[in-house]
């Protein structure tokens, strides 16, 4: 059973950077593709972004475009998001999800992703 869990999570300042983990565990991780949603209080979970397993591409939701990105390191089994230019409306829990199906048109779902980390907080103070 694959287990997903974030770190790297924190407090910062708008304008700041940060970096979340998401280490993989259980099953071959190049198989999954991988994805972060996040919730903010009193809405719904949303697609952040997402990166198809074994090199098969990436997606982001528009208004992260050119401020976050999605890597993935297949020697340590570890998804990556980083984040940077952080406005207060960033804040939220994050998490990192993850799929084997091949995930097409239906990439920010979050119905198609079946693991699921914790979620770790993310506060950008203005």
């Known amino acids: 059973q694959v287990q997903l869990v974030e770190s790297g999570g924190g407090l910062v300042q708008a304008g700041g950077s940060l970096r979340l983990s998401c280490a993989a565990s259980g099953r071959t991780f190049s198989s999954f593709s991988m994805a972060w949603f996040r919730q903010s209080p009193g809405k719904e979970r949303m697609f952040v972004a997402a990166s198809r397993r074994s090199g098969g591409g990436t997606y982001y939701v528009d208004f992260v475009k050119d401020r976050f990105t999605i890597s993935r390191d297949y020697a340590k089994n570890t998804v990556y998001l980083e984040m940077n230019s952080l406005k207060p409306e960033d804040t939220a829990v994050y998490y990192c999800?993850?799929?084997?199906?091949?995930?097409?048109?239906?990439?920010?779902?979050?119905?198609?992703?079946?693991?699921w980390g914790q979620g770790i907080q993310v506060t950008v103070s203005s």
């Open positions: 999800a993850g799929t084997l199906r091949t995930i097409g048109s239906d990439y920010y779902l979050s119905g198609v992703y079946d693991r």
